[in-house]
Structures are given as structure tokens and as C-alpha cells.
């Protein structure tokens, strides 16, 4: 069965406060931020380009990323777990897409990958939750 690749998210709340709440219920789930983009400022910086509030986090639970890395070396190019952060229908709303942790056990042959996927696809639909997020 095929994953959905992005778990998309909906939030009542201006892209920075969605932010925060994301970053807070990421923390309480055991996850970490190791990368952040400015999508928005790096397309004005570099291109001359105007758009919308966007925001690339790279999320990882240390203990699943190393788990991971133990059962399959090259699953790091499927880490860290990418979460999209933009502007929805309104500045007031912002719509969250997280990289579903599945696709990591779809590419690889490897049952203990599956266990790993399926315990962060809990952890991050949890924080999801917490943020009061409707899908």
C-alpha cells in the first residue's frame, strides 16, 4: 500500500504563531529542529521575487533518526523529516505539509524501518493534533 507523501495540516493562526505552536508540539513529541529555510526571503535575496510567507523546517526525533540509520545506512537522504509551513486562503490561516515518515519504509525492504516510520507517523500526527490542526 502507498503512503500519501505529504500529511497536509490546516491552522487557524497567522504563519508565525503557527510556526511556534508547530515547533512547541514538535518538541513535546521528542522532535528537534537541525534545519530552517526562509523560503520567502532566500527567492527576494536571490531572485528579486515576492511571495507569500513560506518556511521549510527539517525535524528529527534523534532517538528514530539513529534507530533509522542503525537498519539502513542510506536512509538518511530521507532525513531530516522536511515540514512546509505557508500562507493558506488568508494571512490568518496557514497550511502546514509534513514529508510522511512511510516513504522512507516504502523505499527499503526493512521491517524495522516500517516500525520506525509508523512510530513517527504517530508522534507527528500527535503534534498535529495538539496544534488543533484539521486535515
Known sequence: MNAPSVLTY???APLPEAEALVRGALQQQGFGILTEV???ATL??????ETKPY??????NPKLAHASLEAEPDVG???PCGVALREGA???QTTVAIQNPQLMAQAFSSPA???LAADALA????AMDSVGAAT
Not at 44 to 49: D, E, N, S, T, V
Not at 55 to 60: E, K
Not at 123 to 126: F, G, K, M, V
Open 77 to 79: 537522504a530521507f532525513l
Open 10 to 12: 490546516h491552522v487557524a
Open 123 to 126: 508522534r507527528l500526527t500527535a
Open 44 to 49: 527576494r535575496q536571490k531572485l528579486g521575487i
Open 90 to 92: 488568508s494571512p490568518d
Open 113 to 115: 524501518l516500517a516500525a
Open 55 to 60: 518556511r521549510i523546517l527539517g525535524a528529527c
Open 38 to 40: 526562509d523560503v520567502a
